[in-house]
């Protein structure tokens, strides 16, 4: 585990960077104290798109150890609404200062005129909406002059104007957009558990050659429905999951979240030990058979 890159074969010219976890700041005390040999460490855009102060300080100190990927909230790639660049300068600033190797944010709306909700609105899986994320996401990688990674976000609800199964719709907007996914394995299984499809079916028909990332989580099941809440250890059902996609897709750089009920450092670093267990034990097993 060090900062720089492993020599694993890359996708969409993208490396593999491991198994790390998110940069929060309960931990950033261990962390910089201790330097211990996460591969890669993912911030919050947002958190960290200031003029100055601590959070850049404590993004320096990082930045001093460990290999930095930003994840965004507030893209919007699916709004209505024109694209923010006032939003966009701010975020390509930071990606200079990162050297980030790609950018995420979610395959969601964010925003309508005059208001910001703050919350990963689903979109309809209509070919309209394909076509609109799709030119948007080419304007932003464009112009961020960066690969972005659109994640697949949980949902509690459907459209009746969706003429597209989720993973068709996924699939259709990275390929015409020619983006990345950063796939959410546990948002999978919490929208096959809620909507009740099947989780392996989307997994398997996602163009694997663009999946650059992939998040695991854990989740808070009410009985009739699962919440995506990041705030408990993943699920046997979706490390399960991670094991088929890396099975079937190779070594992906992996991040664990955990962003409510924070536990100690160590815990969450079982999370992300015990996925590059997986993808070590998958790898000995490709290379025996």
């Known amino acids: 585990m060090t900062k720089t890159d492993?020599?694993?074969?890359?996708?969409?010219?993208?490396?593999?960077?491991?198994?790390?976890?998110?940069?929060?700041?309960?931990?950033?005390?261990?962390?910089?104290?201790?330097?211990?040999?996460?591969?890669?460490?993912?911030?919050?855009?947002?958190?960290?798109?200031?003029?100055?102060?601590?959070?850049?300080?404590?993004?320096?100190?990082?930045?001093?150890?460990?290999?930095?990927?930003?994840?965004?909230?507030?893209?919007?790639?699916?709004?209505?609404?024109?694209?923010?660049?006032?939003?966009?300068?701010?975020?390509?600033?930071?990606?200079?200062?990162?050297?980030?190797?790609?950018?995420?944010?979610?395959?969601?709306?964010?925003?309508?005129?005059?208001?910001?909700?703050?919350?990963?609105?689903?979109?309809?899986?209509?070919?309209?909406?394909?076509?609109?994320v799709a030119e948007r996401v080419r304007i932003v990688q464009d112009f961020l002059e960066l690969r972005v990674g659109l994640e697949n976000t949980s949902s509690y609800l459907t459209y009746r104007a969706s003429t597209l199964s989720e993973w068709e719709f996924v699939s259709a907007i990275a390929t015409e957009g020619d983006c990345g996914i950063l796939l959410d394995v546990n948002n999978v299984y919490v929208s096959a558990y809620n909507h009740g499809f099947d989780a392996y079916t989307y997994l398997e028909a996602l163009p694997?050659?663009?999946?650059?990332?992939?998040?695991?989580?854990?989740?808070?099941?009410?009985?009739?429905?699962?919440?995506d809440t990041h705030s408990d250890f993943v699920v046997d059902r979706v490390w399960e999951l991670y094991r088929h996609v890396i099975s079937r897709v190779g070594d992906v750089t992996t991040l664990v979240e955990w962003d409510a009920d924070i536990p100690e450092f160590d815990t969450l670093w079982g999370e992300a030990k015990k996925a590059a267990a997986i993808r070590d034990a998958v790898r000995a097993e490709s290379h025996g058979a």
């Open 208 to 227: 694997h050659e663009r999946i650059v990332q992939i998040h695991l989580a854990g989740h808070t099941n009410k009985g009739a429905y699962i919440l």
């Open 6 to 132: 492993t020599q694993r074969p890359a996708r969409l010219g993208l490396p593999d960077l491991g198994c790390g976890i998110g940069f929060r700041i309960p931990h950033y005390a261990h962390v910089f104290d201790t330097k211990p040999a996460v591969d890669f460490l993912e911030i919050i855009s947002e958190n960290f798109m200031v003029d100055g102060g601590l959070p850049l300080k404590n993004l320096d100190r990082a930045l001093a150890d460990w290999r930095v990927v930003q994840h965004g909230v507030s893209l919007g790639i699916g709004a209505s609404t024109p694209l923010d660049w006032d939003y966009l300068r701010r975020l390509k600033a930071l990606t200079r200062h990162t050297g980030t190797p790609w950018l995420t944010d979610h395959l969601c709306w964010t925003r309508v005129p005059g208001a910001d909700l703050h919350d990963l609105m689903p979109l309809p899986y209509t070919e309209e909406a394909v076509h609109h």
